[in-house]
């Protein structure tokens, strides 16, 4: 088992002393200092906060960011307001998006007819790849 460092000296001296409120306790054996470690809960990579949040900022919705990355769109609500995200005011385009592998992305890419008349922003998403694209709203 891989004990941890003590908080108070950093050493690696480390023992087992009993369990409190469920928790194992150490003891540092250089220092004498006794300590819990805190449970670390589920922690979420940061790649899939940046990623969530980049979609938000192009307009994609929560349950779709939800449905894209796998995360829930509570957690992406709680990051937006963590990370004061605001979106920008937009009423003339509108972005689509599109997931693509590689060989469908190098396609999409060699028919210069889809490269005309919107602007578009590649993103990578785990082994995929999401292009993003601004078209204006038809009047």
Known sequence: MNLPNCPQCDSNNISR?????????????????N????????????????KALQLYIEG???REIERL????HVSVMNWVK??????PKQTLYHPTYKVMNHKELAEFYANRENLKGA??????????FMLIKWERFKK
């Open 17 to 33: 002393n009993g369990i409190i409120k469920e928790r194992q306790r150490f003891k540092c054996k250089d220092c004498g200092y």
């Open 119 to 128: 602007g578009m922003v590649v993103t990578e998403l785990g082994d995929k």
């Open 35 to 50: 300590f819990t470690v805190e449970k670390m809960g589920k922690s979420i990579e940061s790649y899939y906060v940046i």
């Open 60 to 62: 994609v919705s929560y």
């Open 69 to 72: 990355l796998g995360v829930s």
């Open 82 to 87: 963590k990370y004061q995200v605001k979106i």
